[in-house]
Nanobody, 123 residues
């Protein structure tokens, strides 16, 4: 599975962005997927995850109520809608796909990682 994340950019605090993650090579409709981020000088952290059928969703406390994860299995694409962005949301965002149907917040559960897409939130 190859993952291509896009949609990052520069936005002012309070603004919105939608990240997309396009998968190729095989269908990801049977697998959990998620997003992680890593800010400069900081450790990678979990952002959000969604199960194969969107029946289960999990968010980091820091983004709960502001970010929405979703997926379109017919198109083999995942999304992360980010609203009310804050400067502390500035990071490279990575989409990930597991080999299990369930979603998880643990990085080691994800086999496939896309390249990061950079989100910069100015104050």
């Amino acid at each position: 599975v190859q993952l291509q994340a896009f949609g990052g950019g520069l936005v002012q605090a309070g603004g919105s962005l939608r990240l997309s993650c396009a998968a190729s090579g095989r269908t990801i409709s049977n697998y959990g997927m998620g997003w992680f981020r890593q800010a400069p000088g900081k450790e990678r952290e979990f952002v959000a995850a969604i199960s194969w059928n969107a029946g289960s969703i999990l968010y980091a406390d820091s983004v709960k109520g502001r970010f929405t994860i979703s997926r379109d299995n017919a198109k083999n694409i995942g999304y992360l809608q980010m609203s009310s962005l804050k400067p502390e949301d500035t990071a490279a965002y990575y989409c990930v796909v597991s080999v299990r149907t369930a979603m998880t917040k643990y990085a080691h559960d994800y086999r496939y990682w896309g390249q990061g897409t950079l989100v910069t939130v100015s104050s």
